[in-house]
């Protein structure tokens, strides 16, 4: 069974900085992007940072500058560096897997994370 397990989350206060991990484990399809998404209380989930086999990186213009996208080389892990983290960066992250090399939506993700919380504090 394919699944995405994460790790990192937890309670931080503003300005401070965390990193969340994801490794893929089990036999699966052919990963060639690897993301998060975020979903807050009473919002739509959004993207946060996707990064394809490539090497190109997306990012949702909230975290853009703040947040950092990496990957394991040769590995179905992703990780994400966030920095000066703020109050509305409060919610659950997803991590997300797509076979699509330049997937177009959450809709294009094929698996998905259970998520895990983060909290910002002031």
């Known amino acids: 069974q394919v699944r995405l397990v994460e790790s990192g989350g937890g309670l931080v206060q503003t300005g401070g900085s965390l990193r969340l991990s994801c490794t893929a484990s089990?036999?699966?399809?052919?990963?060639?992007?690897m993301g998060w998404y975020r979903q807050a209380p009473g919002k739509e989930r959004e993207l946060v940072a996707a990064?394809?086999?490539?090497?190109?990186?997306a990012y949702g213009d909230s975290v853009r500058g703040r947040f950092a996208i990496s990957r394991d080389k040769g590995e179905n892990a992703v990780s994400l560096q966030m920095d000066r983290l703020e109050l509305e960066d409060t919610a659950v992250y997803f991590c997300?897997?797509?076979?699509?090399?330049?997937?177009?939506?959450?809709?294009?993700?094929?698996?998905w994370g259970q998520g895990t919380q983060v909290t910002v504090s002031s």
């Open positions: 997300a897997a797509s076979a699509d090399p330049d997937p177009e939506g959450e809709w294009a993700y094929d698996l």
């Open positions: 089990g036999s699966m399809f052919s990963i060639n992007t």
């Open positions: 990064l394809t086999n490539s090497g190109r990186r």
